[in-house]
């Protein structure tokens, strides 16, 4: 595995200094409510097989040995900009088709050649305030025409007192990300999903970019 440091990464944002924290604890306990995640990736599976494969957010690596499961040929790129959820992420794949980036996402990735044939979002776009349309565009420059991106992410609630408590959390819960998602790509999949009997919703949106 190669792990890769890049520039744009500053290490002093509010939200590299909350993952501080939780990424030790990180994946014990967000199986309790970032929903999807397995079945975004059973779907995908279903339509595609990509050769590589970027996950935006990727924190602690947690989705990696699933993509390496569904996609075992596929070249994996990762990005975040903690370096303590990067070095979690590192240990859950030790392979040499897996890359680390500790970047920002404001911008694409790949500069020169190929572009992905699949880029991943899984709840990183709701915490990127500001910034998330600029991700979404990146992600189309980044894609290669006829590709795909993927998203599963908090969508919005009803509840005032739990959109300010994930708001603390630097979530912002809107429904903002789809109608843009949907306007930039084709929808092969727009669904949303209701948690705790509608406490919030999520959604799982995969879109091909088109000409």
């Known amino acids: 595995m190669n792990a890769v440091s890049t520039g744009a990464a ?3 944002t509010a939200l590299e200094r909350y993952y501080q924290f939780h990424s030790r604890i990180y994946d014990a306990t967000r199986w309790s409510f970032l929903f999807g995640r397995e079945e975004i990736l059973r779907r995908l599976a279903v339509i595609t097989k990509p050769n590589r494969i970027l996950e935006v957010g990727c924190g602690t690596g947690r989705n990696l040995p699933g993509l390496r ?3 075992p040929a596929a070249q994996l790129t990762g990005v975040d900009l903690s370096e303590q959820m990067l070095a979690l992420a590192a240990q859950k794949l030790r ?4 890359t680390l980036l500790r970047r920002s996402y404001s911008a694409p990735v790949h500069t020169n050649g190929k572009g992905f044939d699949l880029v991943l979002f899984s709840y990183a776009l709701s915490m990127f305030n500001p910034g998330w349309e600029q991700a979404i565009d990146a992600a189309w420059d ?3 025409e006829g590709c795909l991106i993927a998203v599963v992410d908090f969508s919005h609630t009803s509840f005032t007192w739990f959109r300010r408590w994930m708001g603390v959390n630097h979530v912002r819960m809107e429904g903002h990300l789809w109608p843009y998602l949907a306007k930039k790509f084709t929808p092969l999949l727009d669904e949303q999903f209701n948690a705790y009997g509608g406490v919030w919703s999520y959604g799982i949106f995969i879109g091909r970019k088109q000409a």
């Not at 392979?95 to 897996?98: E, P, R, T």
């Open 69 to 71: 499961r569904r996609f």
């Open 10 to 12: 500053s290490g002093g």
């Open 142 to 144: 980044d894609l290669e």
């Open 95 to 98: 392979d040499d088709k897996v």
